[in-house]
């Protein structure tokens, strides 16, 4: 099992930037992926970043160039950065643990209100 817990997100204006961490705590020599995720209201959950414990990065077209997935292997954490940020990038984010290639594991979801 793998437990993840984020910080919490906020409301911001639209430019500026934010910051979210994962930590992730019990079987963690399991991870294989680490990732970020967000939903809007009314619409489907999608990927935004991911990261392999190789270090290989993936992005959503829509935030590259903007945001920024990294991971401290000694906090057992990893980390979104956000910058340049749109009204469009509201919505819940979730992190998001692939452990041993097939079990998948999520926060508990934070809130991200970026206002015009």
């Known amino acids: 099992q793998v437990q993840l817990v984020e910080s919490v997100g906020g409301l911001v204006q639209s430019g500026g930037s934010l910051r979210l961490s994962c930590a992730a705590s019990g079987s963690i020599f399991s991870i294989n992926d680490m990732g970020w995720y967000r939903q809007a209201s009314g619409k489907q959950r999608e990927l935004v970043a991911s990261?392999?414990?190789?270090?290989?990065?993936n992005y959503a077209d829509s935030v590259k160039g903007r945001f920024t997935i990294s991971r401290d292997n000694a906090k057992n954490g990893w980390y979104l950065q956000m910058n340049s940020l749109k009204p469009e990038d509201t919505g819940v984010y979730y992190c998001?643990?692939?452990?041993?290639?097939?079990?998948?594991?999520w926060g508990q979801g934070t809130q991200v209100t970026v206002s015009s």
């Open positions: 990261i392999t414990r190789a270090g290989s990065t």
């Open positions: 998001n643990a692939v452990a041993r290639g097939q079990y998948n594991y």
